[in-house]
């Protein structure tokens, strides 16, 4: 296996072998990490290549005070929130646009989806229970699926969400409340 830092320079000097290793050894994480949070497969493979298209796009900017890797989270976290967002916009377009008439139908609900991490048996309450991580604010929701969903530590997702792990800690501790009082309420 090559270092992250000779990986890194390489694919900074345009070297294609080297930007197929990093998409190759880091693709799953990237899916992964954006189905967690946009709940939809084939959004979650759009958005895995977008994200590695910036990568290979802003790779010049990378300065290595973090890993690689927390830098690779980083990207496609943000690139799932944001698309997070221009759903949720479009969704209350489509609603206002339905009360003033127009026959636009609105989509409440997000649909089912398959995640890696979730065992079939478990998946009627996994369901249950992304849909109250979904009603989550986002810095809560990113920390608790990093942390219960991709199995990061308290140290990475700090680096990963730019906080200190005091954050993270108090995020964490105000997401199981909140999904507490969401799955008794």
Known sequence: MVSE?????????GDQTAFKY???????MVYNTCLSIVKSEEDAEDLTQEVFVQVYQSVHSFKG????????????????????????????????K?????????????PDFNHPGVVLDKKERAAILFKAVDKLPDNQRVAFILSKVE????????EIMGTTISAIESLLHRAKNNLRKILEG
């Open 5 to 13: 830092d000779i990986l890194v320079e390489r694919l900074k000097q």
């Open 22 to 28: 990093i998409v190759d050894t880091y693709q799953n």
């Open 65 to 96: 005070e973090s890993k690689f890797s927390t830098w690779l989270y980083r990207i496609a976290t943000t690139k799932s929130l944001d698309h997070e967002r221009k759903k949720k916009r479009k969704k209350r377009f489509g609603f206002v």
């Open 98 to 110: 339905s009360i003033f008439g127009e026959d636009a139908q609105v989509e409440i609900n997000p």
């Open 151 to 158: 199995g990061r530590s308290y140290q990475e997702i700090s």
